[in-house]
């Protein structure tokens, strides 16, 4: 069974930056497309950055691009996800995902990822 084990978030003012990780376990980490996804208060889960498993293509929603920076480490079975330039607006729980597909093409949907982290809390103050 595959484990995903969040690491990181916290509290931070506008303008800030947080680092987030995913340490996987129990499964082959390198064949496994990473995602992240976000949900705030009363809103859907959204997806906010993905790496594919081969060639480490990225994929970014809109709201994300130029500020966060999503990467991985295979020898340490982690994704990570950098947050610069933090906004009101990212407050969210955010979770990692991996997709056991081998897809060539790297999905943002929610129902696509097949492992979950647990979630943690980041929350921007202004």
């Known amino acids: 069974q595959v484990q995903l084990v969040q690491s990181g978030g916290g509290l931070v003012q506008a303008g800030g930056s947080l680092r987030l990780s995913c340490a996987a376990s129990g499964g082959t980490f390198s064949r496994y497309t990473m995602g992240w996804f976000r949900q705030a208060p009363g809103k859907e889960r959204e997806f906010v950055a993905g790496i594919a498993w081969v060639g480490d293509g990225t994929r970014y929603a809109d709201s994300v691009k130029g500020r966060f920076t999503i990467s991985r480490d295979n020898a340490k079975n982690t994704v990570y996800l950098q947050m610069n330039s933090l906004k009101l607006e990212d407050t969210a729980v955010y979770y990692c995902?991996?997709?056991?597909?081998?897809?060539?093409?790297?999905?943002?949907?929610?129902?696509?990822?097949?492992?979950w982290g647990q979630g943690t809390q980041v929350t921007v103050s202004s």
């Open positions: 995902a991996a997709d056991r597909a081998l897809r060539t093409v790297l999905s943002g949907r929610v129902s696509a990822y097949d492992y």
